[in-house]
């Protein structure tokens, strides 16, 4: 079973920039779509962006589209999440997950696989 360990998040000021990290327990992630979601509390889990590891397609949520990006470092097993101009909304546990597909999931009922989260605290 594959095993994701969220790292990076923090307190930032509104404006500031954070790098999360996802580490995958396994090497054989090239048939596996990552997503990274956020919730803040009392919503939802919203998806934020997904790639397929093989890195030919990303999407993100319509939000963070020009300050978040996504990407994989398949030598290390990792997906980042580079957040810029962060904004107070931003405030959320942000979560990685990954299914086995060769499909781009936007929908957090389609990852099997979660990691358990990483506080991100953006202050205004």
């Known amino acids: 079973q594959v095993q994701l360990v969220e790292s990076g998040g923090g307190l930032v000021q509104a404006g500031g920039s954070l790098r999360l990290s996802c580490a995958a327990s396994?090497?054989?992630?090239?048939?596996?779509?990552m997503g990274w979601f956020r919730q803040a509390p009392g919503l939802e889990r919203e998806f934020v962006a997904a790639?397929?590891?093989?890195?030919?397609?990303?999407n993100y949520v319509d939000s963070v589209k020009g300050r978040f990006t996504i990407s994989g470092d398949n030598a290390k097993n990792t997906v980042y999440l580079q957040m810029n101009s962060l904004k107070f909304e931003d405030t959320a546990v942000y979560f990685c997950?990954?299914?086995?597909?060769?499909?781009?999931?936007?929908?957090?009922?389609?990852?099997?696989?979660w990691g358990r989260g990483t506080q991100v605290t953006v202050s205004s």
């Open positions: 997950a990954a299914k086995r597909t060769y499909k781009l999931p936007m929908s957090a009922g389609e990852y099997d696989i």
């Open positions: 396994t090497r054989t992630l090239i048939d596996y779509a």
């Open positions: 790639i397929r590891w093989s890195g030919d397609s990303t």
